[in-house]
């Protein structure tokens, strides 16, 4: 009895130490911005503290996690690098709010306010990005000299990255730019801003693959999303547009040199009050870049001015732009279950290259009204098929 009883009494304390040892692990591996001095209060400067976070969290050989707790922490421009990072499994838990700086001078010339560049594994959990861009957006409607603008939150190089849960507010320009990135998911995005704030895009995607954006609801002055040249497989679904420009694929073919578009679904979605609904446009000059392999599929339009619209002579204002033929080829886009109320009176408006035609351009099942009564189709250049109902009745 003698050897039993040490034996038992190891056993017994044995989960108790395994506990013990995981959970000082857990607490090792998050580090709270303000234990490394970060203050909720507004108007201290957090930079430095998120900065010393995210470097913690790089240099750890395991798992790790950021986080943030409630309160306003004010960042200037604050850059994630990642090529350096021994870490590719960073999780960053968001219970507050980042505010820009109050000044839109201190970042407005600078680009972006809050950069992952080069990163792996990243994952973002809630929190409010609060860019403050009103005093900016003032400006621009003055007249004055005022700064570009910057993008609240930009993701470029990096692959592997998840965002979920994430409010942007009042963006000085885009609010989130997903560039030359792979495999990028965002899930329950809530992006808001007055719908006459100036090139204040939703979200803008270029030269990236593998992106997915679900669940998300998205008003602002400009495109709720974006695509641009150089993305493939991009699926959207489940997006409430509004108010914006719309889920925009360009604008393309500005350079003569340009990746293309395909591979592009847009699923479940609702766009209302807003100036066009799916949108595929481009500038009217030479380009080999193309679009091709585009699904717009269960689409409700509520008092929409453009509800489907291909624009190859793309003219914001109409003001500098060339009077030349698009070079940029569409082919094999597909429209299909798209219902609700347009704005105008033409509710389909395909108005395609002369020298590069719109080709395999589908409809099918498609039910627009204007005021309640039949709206119009107009098509130039483009050819193509209809199929089922298609009411305004098919130009293709």
Known sequence: MTMVQPLT???LTLPLFIIFHQSTLAIATTYNVVSLGAKGDGTSDSTKPFLSAWALACGSAMPASIYVPRGRYLLGKTEFGGENC????????IDGTLVSPADYRVLGNTGNWIVFRGVSGVSIYGGTLDGRGQGLWACKASGKSCPIGATTLQFSNSNNVFISGLTSLNSQMFHVVIYNCNNVNVQGAKILASGNSPNTDGIHVASSSGITIMNSRIGTGDDCVSI????TNFWIENVACGPGHGISIGSLGQNLQEDGVQNVTVKTVTFTGTQNGVRIKTWAK???GFVRGVLFQHATMVNVQNPIIIDQNYCPDNKNCPNQ???????????????GSSATQVAIKFNCSKKYPCS??????VNLTYNNQPAQSTCSNAGGSASGLVKPSSCL
């Open 286 to 288: 030479p380009s080999n």
């Open 9 to 11: 009494s190891l056993l």
């Open 228 to 231: 641009g040249s150089g993305t």
């Open 86 to 93: 021994k870490n590719k499994a960073i999780t960053i838990r």
């Open 325 to 339: 033929v698009s070079g940029v080829k569409i082919s094999d886009v597909t429209y299909q279950d798209i219902h």
């Open 360 to 365: 395999k351009i589908t409809l099918e099942d």
